[in-house]
């Protein structure tokens, strides 16, 4: 079983739409979760970085973790064409083993 | 005022070929990382570096070998390229060596071995 899982997609909403992004992850003892974008032919840039459970909002970017389904998840409101990239999930434990997901692609269609 | 930076951007050799990719970073972190990134876009780590002391070192053959001249720099040698080594090769740093401290990636090389 990968450290974390999530659905490749693609996904594929109008402008405006609000965006559910999702991850599974497997350890219980993971506490750190980051949510990175990546654009086409560009490295990862860090949308979102939360320790533990709860929210963490950033401007239309929300991060949700629920420790007790182990589940993570990233939600973009008002989305904007600009927001089409990869979305990747990771965590990291045990002296820097980040372990990513194999990321979600979003199309959002002006 | 690039953070991570990493050349070159495209790598296109033959089979049994040695190369190099240079990686450095200005972000004053001491942890460096090599990540390759499949066409599936998973990224796998494959080294760390913190202050020039490998402490990860992933089932990677030992075709490939990285260097750390000093806490600003990773490169990665390879030897006798393989097909199946074509991917993208991220570059990766981060401050300290806890959880607490999330990577920050270069823009990728795209190895094509033919």
């Known amino acids: 079983q990968k450290e974390v899982e999530q659905d490749p997609g693609p996904l594929s909403v109008p402008e405006g739409a609000i965006v559910s992004l999702n991850c599974t992850y497997s350890?219980?003892?993971?506490?750190?979760f980051m949510w990175y974008r990546q654009y086409s032919r560009k490295g990862p840039e860090l949308l979102m970085y939360?320790?533990?459970?709860g929210n963490k909002e950033d401007g239309r970017f929300t991060a949700q973790v629920d420790k007790s389904s182990k589940y993570i998840s990233l939600f973009i409101r008002d989305s904007q064409p600009s927001d089409s990239a990869t979305y990747l999930c990771?965590?990291?434990?045990?002296?820097?083993?980040?372990?990513f997901g194999s990321g979600t692609k979003l199309n959002v269609k002006p | 005022d690039t953070a991570v930076s990493q050349t070159p951007k495209y790598l296109v050799t033959q089979m049994g070929n040695d190369k190099s990719i240079k990686c450095e970073q200005n972000?004053?972190?001491?942890?460096m990382y090599w990540y390759k990134q499949d066409s599936k876009k998973f990224l796998k780590i494959m080294f760390s570096?913190?202050?020039?002391?490998?402490?990860i070192n992933e089932t990677v053959p030992n075709r490939f070998s990285p260097k750390s001249p000093d806490k600003a720099h990773l490169n990665l040698h390879i030897n006798s390229l393989e097909l199946g080594d074509s991917a993208v090769y991220f570059c990766?740093?981060?401050?300290?060596?806890?959880?607490?401290?999330?990577?920050?990636f270069g823009n990728g090389t795209r190895l094509t071995v033919t």
């Open positions: 990766a740093s981060s401050h300290g060596t806890g959880e607490n401290s999330p990577l920050h």
């Open positions: 350890n219980s003892a993971f506490q750190y």
């Open positions: 939360t320790y533990s459970s």
């Open positions: 990771a965590t990291v434990y045990n002296f820097n083993k980040f372990y």
């Open positions: 972000l004053g972190h001491d942890t």
């Open positions: 570096y913190n202050n020039k002391e490998l402490i």
